[in-house]
Nanobody
Framework: QVQLAESGGGLVQAGDSLRLSCATS????????MGWFRQVPGKEREFVAG????????YYADSVKGRFTISRDNAKNTVYLQMNLLTPEDTAVYYC?????????????????WGQGTQVTVSS
């Protein structure tokens, strides 16, 4: 059983940076990818960034491309989301997720395990 735990959310001002962490535990050796998603009340959860576990290819939503970076630290079994130049539109609950099913990093249906989420609030 894979477990994921996000941390690092908080309240920041527009233009600030924030780094989210996702600590993983359990058998991850067959994992295909890790992803970050976000959700605001009343809207569907949306893809933010994805990282192929083999090869480290990364993928981003257009809305965050150039501002957010997904990365990992194998020694710490942790995936990060570095968020720069934050805007109020980035305000959401951010979730990390693990995909064991294969291609489709931007498709939340491909992800098998989810963290509990961490709130990010960006004030103007």
């Amino acid at each position: 059983q894979v477990q994921l735990a996000e941390s690092g959310g908080g309240l920041v001002q527009a233009g600030d940076s924030l780094r989210l962490s996702c600590a993983t535990s359990g058998p991850t050796f067959e994992m295909y990818a890790m992803g970050w998603f976000r959700q605001v009340p009343g809207k569907e959860r949306e893809f933010v960034a994805g990282l192929r576990w083999t090869g480290d290819s990364t993928y981003y939503a257009d809305s965050v491309k150039g501002r957010f970076t997904i990365s990992r630290d194998n020694a710490k079994n942790t995936v990060y989301l570095q968020m720069n130049l934050l805007t109020p539109e980035d305000t959401a609950v951010y979730y990390c997720a693990a995909d064991f099913g294969g291609p489709g990093l931007d498709d939340q249906g491909m992800y098998d395990y989810w963290g509990q989420g961490t709130q990010v609030t960006v004030s103007s």
